[in-house]
């Protein structure tokens, strides 16, 4: 089901990206960096960090993919749409799901993202790949303005995460590389005027 859910839906795209293969990249990453993170001492749950990973878009199965800037246009936008993903979720475990598994299935399926290292590596992960979703798309000259936007909510947020090791590989290795490149769109000054604007 989740390969048939177009993610970015209603714009104007060079290449179609669906739920599914949103899910697996994310979780490509998530071990990329939770490995990196692990190498400088952190100590991963990895079964947990999987688990959050591949199940974190699930309830888009419900509501379809909602574009970043409409979903980040306001904080309770934001609250409401998470509300109808959790109670739509958890009809469909009670209903779907045999009633012995159903509280293992709530623990799974519920929002990863948070305050554990893996939530964070879930999001950091999640954010990358709009960042590269984004990014292809301006590097191919899309100059639709909700990928710009897209490309500065992903890369300020990914900035910011709490995960030293990670995002200091992000900002002097994957950044370099892409500001590296040549674009139909100027994503170089765009990148270096959120790099300039965290400086100051």
């Known amino acids: 089901m989740k390969k048939r859910i177009i993610r970015a839906p209603g714009k104007f795209k060079f290449e179609e990206h669906n739920v599914a293969a949103h899910s697996w990249k994310v ?4 071990m990329f960096f939770g490995t990196l993170e692990e190498m400088h001492g952190a100590d991963v749950d990895w079964k947990s960090l999987y688990e959050k ?3 974190h878009d699930f309830a888009e199965v419900f509501i379809g993919d909602i574009k970043t800037p409409v979903k980040h246009s306001s904080p ?3 609250q409401m749409l998470a509300t109808v993903e959790e109670k739509m979720m958890e009809k469909f475990i009670l209903r779907e799901i045999p ?3 159903q509280a293992i299935f709530f623990h799974r399926m519920k929002e990863g993202k948070d305050g554990t290292l893996e939530g964070r590596l879930l999001e950091l992960a999640d954010k990358l790949d709009q960042f590269y979703e984004a990014y292809a ?3 191919r000259g899309n ?3 909700d990928f710009i936007q897209m490309y500065e909510i992903a890369l300020t947020k990914i900035l910011d995460m709490p995960l030293k090791q990670s995002v200091a590989y992000f900002r002097d290795v ?3 590389d892409v500001v590296s490149e040549k674009t139909a769109v100027d994503v170089k000054s765009l990148t270096m005027r959120i790099l300039n604007d ?3």
Do not use: G, H, M, V
């Open 53 to 55: 990973t591949i199940n």
């Open 27 to 30: 979780a490509q990453y998530a």
């Open 198 to 200: 965290k400086k100051n």
């Open 99 to 101: 009633e012995e598994f």
């Open 143 to 145: 100059t639709e303005p």
């Open 137 to 139: 798309e301006l590097k």
């Open 174 to 176: 994957i950044l370099e």
């Open 76 to 78: 309770e936008l934001k």
